[in-house]
Structure formats: C-alpha cells, structure tokens
C-alpha cells in the first residue's frame, strides 16, 4: 500500500493561553518538527537550559520510534511490513502495547473504533482520484476486511487472520506519543510542557504563568474558534471531517463507521478531553460513530469530557467543558 494515502490528523487548536502571571522560574524551549506526516511542536519548561534540551531530545527519539513502529507514511514500519504480509514476528512492546489498547475500546465501544478500517480508506482514495464514490460491491467488499477481531495480537507476533486485511494506528498512535513523552517527562521532573503531537497534552502551567487553555477550531473556519477549553495536565483530541475529506461537501471522510464503511453523516468534529491521550484519540472515533444524540452520555460512560460540531455547526458539550 501506498504510505501517502494515509492522512494524519490535522492540529486542531489554538495557542497562546490566557494572561497570568510570568512564569519565570522555568527555562523555556520549543522545538517544532515533521513527524507523522504533519508538523509538531514540543514546549518544555525545565529547571535547567541543559535539561529542557535532554528532554526535547528524548522526546523527538520517542517520536521516530513510535514512527518506526506504527506509521504508515513510512513504508518499512511495523504495521506497513504486517499489512503486506499478514504478520509480524517478534513486535515491538511498545506496538503491542497500543494494538491491545486499540482492542480494549474496540471491545468497550461495540466496535465503534476499529483499526482494520484501512481497506476502506484505500478504497475510497481510490474512488476519490477516479472522481467517483466506490462502487457498491467494491465497498461490501471492503467492508468484508473489518474486523478488530480478526486481529491477533501476542507478545510474540501479530497476525491479520483474513486475506486482504489492513490496520491503521492513525487514529490512536499520536495521542499514544504524546503519553509517553508526558510520562518521560514527568519522570525527569518536568513541571511546565506544552505536547503536541497532532493530538495534545499538558504539564503545569505555560510560561505566562497561566493554565493551559487550548481553542477548539470550528471545522469550516480555519481561523475560527468555537471555544476555549481548560486543559492544564489533561488531553485533549480532536478529529474533524475537514482534516481529510474525499468529497466536497465533507459527507464522506477518514472517519468511517466500522458496522457500515460509510462516514458518519450527522457530525462534523468532536474534542475529547481525558487524563489518557491516546484514549481521546481513539474515543473521537467513538463519538463521531456515536453520533450527537449519545456523545454526552458515552462521556459520561468513559469518564471524559467532550465537544462535539454537527453539520449544521450547532455545537454541545459536557459539563465539564462549559465552565
């Protein structure tokens, strides 16, 4: 399969935050990057210029690791060489780790986030450079390849158990990296960061002194925001139907309902707000299945906050997130 067919999710926040005092205490450093398939950015205030840099240095050393493991804009990657040949010896621990992560929501949601959606993705990219949506049997077809289930994960291999199936960590594996850099750098001691891995996580407090506040950007406005969000020590991420969209009226997008092949119809974006980035990651997957009507309860359920756009662009949110 072709690695550039697959898009990463788009950032979906605004920055700086809001007033406070001067954090001056910290020694401030910033350090964007290119990393799955999109631009990052890491923000780190640490006791000492000497370790600000170790902890940039080590986290960008997480981020190619992780690439090497689960991109698939990188044709040598794990879950590239398992799609090509329907397994994979000897994983990496830290790729088994998030395949059974991907399973346990899998499993908790009804199958609302499956990471064998991509024979689906491939199909309708295909359909997208033809201009045309995928013929019916093609997609029944496609449909016939999904199924988290059919996935077996051991600490000594990984085995797709049908022919013809592929999986995608695009939709859990930057929220992943962003929990282990947090994790790295609290064990360094790191009390100020700012974690962005196209998904995002926070420490402390920004250099202005303030918390974290990060801006939802309204999904057909670029410069537009819906609202601003608390987000100091949490995580929060976003998935939109204007990140990748194979049609026009953003109708059919990345997202896809595993149960039909087709995207959900009645949501535009949604933010998940959680302690876990790489849960939120995956629970936007959730939600956007879920649809308007259950989103504020599944949060509940999940123990999460969450903002959720419909097409129309009318918005609702938890209760955690209107103060």
């Known amino acids: 399969m072709g690695s550039a067919l697959i898009a990463p999710e788009s950032r979906a926040y605004r920055e700086p935050p809001l007033g406070g005092a001067a954090n001056t205490s ?12 999109t631009t990052l950015s890491l923000t780190v205030g640490a006791d000492t210029v000497a370790k600000a840099e170790l902890a940039l240095d080590l986290a960008v ?20 060489q398992l799609n090509a040949s329907g397994l994979l010896r000897n994983p990496d621990p830290m790729l088994v780790r998030v395949l059974r992560l991907a399973q346990a929501v899998s499993q ?12 689906l993705w491939l ?19 496609a449909r ?3 199924d988290w289930q059919q996935v077996e994960v051991r600490d000594d291999r990984v085995r797709l158990k049908r022919p013809g199936m592929a999986i995608t960590l695009n939709g859990i594996a930057q929220g992943f990296a962003a929990d282990v850099i947090k994790a790295r750098w609290q064990a360094m001691g790191i009390e100020h960061a700012l974690i962005n891995t196209g998904e995002w996580s926070t420490l402390g407090q920004a250099q202005d002194g303030a918390g974290w506040r990060l801006g939802v950007a309204n999904p057909r406005d670029a410069d537009g925001i819906i609202r601003r969000i608390a987000a100091s020590g ?6 939109a ?5 194979f049609t026009a009226d953003f109708q059919y997008h990345h997202i896809f309902d595993p149960h039909t092949g087709a995207s959900p119809a009645d949501v535009s974006s949604v933010t998940v707000v959680a302690d876990s980035c790489a849960l939120a990651d995956a629970l936007t997957k959730v939600m956007f299945v879920a649809g308007k009507a259950k989103a504020l309860d599944l ?22 997130l209107m103060a």
């Open 123 to 141: 199909l309708y990219a295909q359909a997208q450079r033809e201009d045309r949506l995928p013929w019916a049997a093609a997609l029944l077809a």
């Open 108 to 119: 908790q949601s009804q199958g609302a986030f499956d990471i064998t959606v991509q024979p």
């Open 61 to 80: 050393a997480d981020i190619r690791h992780i690439e090497q493991q689960m991109s698939l804009f990188r044709a040598n990657s794990a879950v590239c």
């Open 241 to 245: 139907d204007s990140q990748t969209f």
């Open 144 to 146: 016939d390849k999904v």
């Open 26 to 37: 910290a020694h401030w450093r910033s350090r964007p990057l290119l990393g799955f398939g």
């Open 234 to 239: 949490r995580s929060v991420a976003t998935s």
């Open 299 to 320: 949060a509940k359920t999940w123990g999460v906050e969450v903002l959720l756009v419909d097409k129309a662009g009318a918005w609702v949110a938890s209760p955690g």
